[in-house]
């Protein structure tokens, strides 16, 4: 008779299971040859423990759902509270614990094809993994739902449900097409190592495996534990009681009238010189967590900062480029070259299409330094993302293309994982075919909404397929994702201009499926890492991708109907949380390549045309790198010059602000060089712990706050109420220019 630990496959017909009664250990001299890799992630696997069960369904399909309904519900909010998978992972854990106790262990259909149990035995790490790729699905935005927001909220137009979630649920699965492809370029080779997905390895391990604890230090479990607690007290600080710890810009305390000043030291509103954040969520709410970026990684990052932040943007301003001094140094805003805010309204005609004499009458478009040198260097990205992969990962890539039918060396790892099922690629072919062509029906169907054309979702696929690889290298190896949704808006811009909602669509088609897919590849990593049938994974990828995009459609829905006024900055009441800083960026971005159109801006009848000019410097820059490597290729350092990485460095800025860089930079220093160089050991045993347990307290707080304090608008009024403290950083500098609240100069 059959105990419930022998049944071939807990929560599936036997035989769809894809494990065998074998546990695999690998010689220890055997290991993954990237140091990080080799210190966190184990070299053994254990095949009989069951993967697909009644738990692993039922916490999943929870995580899932809660984890995209708290994602989108503060995502509207002034400061987004981004609630990562790792809060997830670890409140499964006593309730994975629970019904492995309580739930029975009968066996059903005993004997028959269909056997199965509800409880095959403890609560294991492989169903955990699973429950946390659900959870993934729900912690990612759902990008799409920015086009409903623009469209219903901003321009106040017609867009239903129903084509709403046609569009959210074709760009997210659309996603799986391009992961399938890159696959064997971007998951098998142990040099595309996925550096977050190290936080997570850590964090299984610290609750799943038994430690003794060194005489005089802490097991990875009691020290997660003790930083848990820590980090969920601490927010309570800036979270309520002392909101100003989020940016202590103490340069506008000395100089409080000082104009100059405060936009050289305003942390939320100026260039941040001297702010820093005491707020893991303003630390890593935008580069996610620092500790899991490698130093080399932050070291581009805090070049790029530099350079941008305080050189480019600086001699722009002052040298008073494109009208600068008229405009605040740093904002998201659109002006008139006046200095007032710009009424995108008034050049919208009836047919929801630009109105070029209204545009004429009103005047040009005008941008703050930051957001117009933010573009530069958002061209200067797209360029040198490609140059760089082909000079740096050419041949690599290259020898994977021809040893795609050959046996080819493997790391630990891919040996381990290559005796389970491996997904066929035409699952992934036919996901794709038909996704695409439900896109063109959707778009084609329903034109008057969404306004772009058939030909444009097959353009937006080929952009997709061809910078999915090279940005997922990138990503692999920084992680660092360069955001190339510019070239998309400018592509679209100049073939269909005049048309916003369809630069919208087309950005979110051939851009975020492209991230959609870079997000899949990263989870099949961590299954990679963890020994997860490659089947399985894609079913749970698939079923979570849904629930997430039904949820945070739903959540988004719910919120426009029912806050007054949300997102509306000059209607809102004092105070109110609900601004929307990605979506106004997002917004803006629809009318600037959409609406108006990149010629009449940055094309030959705009004024910003010689920005054109940093695509040639991204192309340029990274050929140096590589000359400089080649003339000193004793100087491995040349090689950790990673352009894409360094000028993609403020792509999030704005709605990113210089605070969130600032301290971000300070704490990956700390965590990349000195404790990864110099205190090895306890790097290697608690730093991924500690980013996960910050995570996960700051999550747990953030949600108890709302709850109890959020949801009854209650908040303090003292001088520690104030983000920031520098009232005086978003004022032009202009002679004659009068804003509210600024001094005329």
Same mark, same amino acid.
């Given at each position: ?22 546990? %695999?250990?690998? *010689? ?16 053994? %696997? ?36 981004? +609630? ?24 059903? !259909? ?12 403890? !609560? ?64 098998? =080779?142990?040099?595309?190592?996925? =550096? ?79 702010? /820093? ?5 303003? $630390? ?11 130093? !080399? ?14 050189? $480019? ?7 008073? +480029? ?75 890539? #290259? ?31 036919? /996901? ?22 058939? @030909? ?13 690889? =090279? ?85 988004? @829905? #719910? ?5 007054? %006024? ?53 192309? +340029? ?19 950790? /010059? ?20 600032? *301290? #971000? $930079? ?16 306890? @790097? ?29 608008? %209650?908040?303090?009024? #003292? ?7 520098? =009232? ?9 220019? !009068? ?7």
């Amino acid at each position: 008779m059959k105990s419930a630990h022998e049944i071939t496959a807990p929560f599936l017909p036997r035989n769809q299971s894809h494990r065998s009664h074998a546990s %695999d250990e690998l *010689s220890g001299a055997e290991n993954s040859p990237i140091e990080q890799v080799a210190l966190t992630v184990p070299i053994t %696997d254990d095949r009989t423990l069951p993967v697909v069960t009644f738990r692993m369904w039922t916490l999943g399909t929870l995580a899932c759902a809660l984890l995209s309904f708290l994602n989108q519900f503060f995502w509207y909010r002034r400061e987004p509270l981004s +609630i990562t998978s790792i809060s997830a992972q670890i409140a499964v854990v006593p309730l994975g614990h629970l019904m492995a106790t309580v739930i029975t262990n009968r066996v059903f !259909f005993k004997g028959k094809r269909w056997e199965f149990t509800l409880n095959p035995g403890p !609560f294991n790490i492989k169903e955990h993994v699973l429950i946390t790729i659900f959870a993934n699905s729900g912690a990612g935005n759902v990008y799409a739902i920015h086009i409903v927001s623009a469209v219903k909220i901003f321009y106040k137009q017609n867009l239903t449900f129903f084509v709403s979630l046609l569009v959210v649920i074709t760009t997210q699965v659309l996603g799986f097409g391009w992961a399938g492809i890159f696959r064997r370029y971007l998951v098998e =080779p142990a040099a595309m190592w996925w =550096p977050q997905n190290l936080v997570q390895v850590s964090l299984f391990r610290a609750l799943h495996e038994k430690e003794k604890r060194i005489k005089g230090g802490l097991t990875r479990n009691q020290f997660f534990l003790i930083a848990f607690i820590c980090s969920f007290a601490y927010y309570i600080f800036p979270g309520y009681l002392f909101p100003m710890l989020t940016s202590l810009s103490w340069i506008c305390w000395i100089f409080p009238t000082s104009v100059l000043a405060q936009q050289l030291g305003s942390g939320l509103h100026g260039l941040g010189i001297g702010a /820093i954040g005491f707020d893991w969520s303003s $630390i890593s709410s935008y580069l996610g967590s620092p500790l899991a970026s490698p130093w !080399f990684a932050t070291a581009n990052i805090a070049l790029g900062f530099a350079l941008i932040t305080y050189v $480019i943007t600086p001699v722009a301003y002052w040298f008073n +480029i494109y009208k600068a001094k008229a405009f605040p140094i740093f904002s998201d805003d659109l002006f008139i070259a006046t200095g007032q805010r710009y009424n995108i309204s008034a050049i919208i005609d009836s047919k929801f299409h630009v109105d070029i004499q209204a545009y004429e009458r009103q005047g040009p478009l005008y941008l703050s330094t930051f957001f117009a040198m933010s573009y530069g260097v958002g061209f200067a990205c797209l360029t040198a993302t490609v140059v760089h992969v082909f000079l740096f990962h050419g041949k690599e890539i #290259w020898q994977l293309s021809k040893s795609a039918f050959q046996e080819n060396k493997m790391d630990v790892h891919t040996k381990l994982m290559r005796k389970y099922k491996q997904v066929p690629e035409w699952w992934f072919m036919c /996901i794709l075919f038909v996704n695409i062509g439900a896109t063109i029906f959707t778009c084609e169907y329903y034109n008057n909404q969404l306004q772009l054309p058939w @030909w444009g979702i097959l353009l937006a696929c080929g952009l997709a397929i061809f910078f999915t690889l =090279p940005v997922g290298i990138i990503t692999a190896t920084t992680n660092q994702t360069p955001a190339l949704n510019v070239i998309t808006e400018y592509i679209i811009g100049y073939i269909y201009p005049g048309f916003p909602v369809a630069n919208i669509c087309f950005k979110v088609y051939g851009y975020i499926s492209m991230k959609q897919g870079i997000a899949f590849l990263q989870d099949f990593k961590l299954g990679h890492y963890m020994k997860i049938p490659p089947r399985t994974m894609f079913m749970a990828q698939i079923v979570g991708t849904i629930i997430a995009a039904l949820v945070h459609l739903g959540t988004a @829905w #719910w919120l426009m109907e029912t806050v007054p %006024d949300i997102c509306d900055r000059a209607l809102l009441p004092a105070g109110s949380p609900w601004t929307c800083p990605g979506d106004h960026v997002f917004y803006d971005a629809s009318v600037i390549w959409g609406l108006i159109g990149p010629r009449r801006i940055f094309g030959d009848l705009g004024h910003y045309s010689a920005i054109n000019w940093f695509f040639l410097g991204g192309a +340029i820059a990274p050929l140096l790198v590589w000359l400089a490597y080649k003339a000193f290729p004793n100087q491995h350092w040349i090689r950790l /010059i990673t352009m894409p990485v360094l000028l993609g460095a403020t792509v999030n800025m704005p709605p990113a602000t210089a605070v969130n860089y600032t *301290s #971000w $930079i300070i704490i990956g220093f700390f965590s990349g060089f000195i404790a990864y160089r110099y205190y090895r050991n306890w @790097w290697s045993r608690h730093n991924y712990v500690l980013s996960g347990a910050l995570d996960a307290g700051l999550a747990f707080m953030g949600v108890l706050l709302y709850l109890c304090i959020g949801m009854e608008h %209650d908040s303090l009024s #003292w001088w520690g109420s104030d983000p920031d403290g520098c =009232p005086l950083a978003s004022c032009p500098t202009a002679q004659g220019v !009068f804003v509210k609240g600024c001094p005329v100069f």
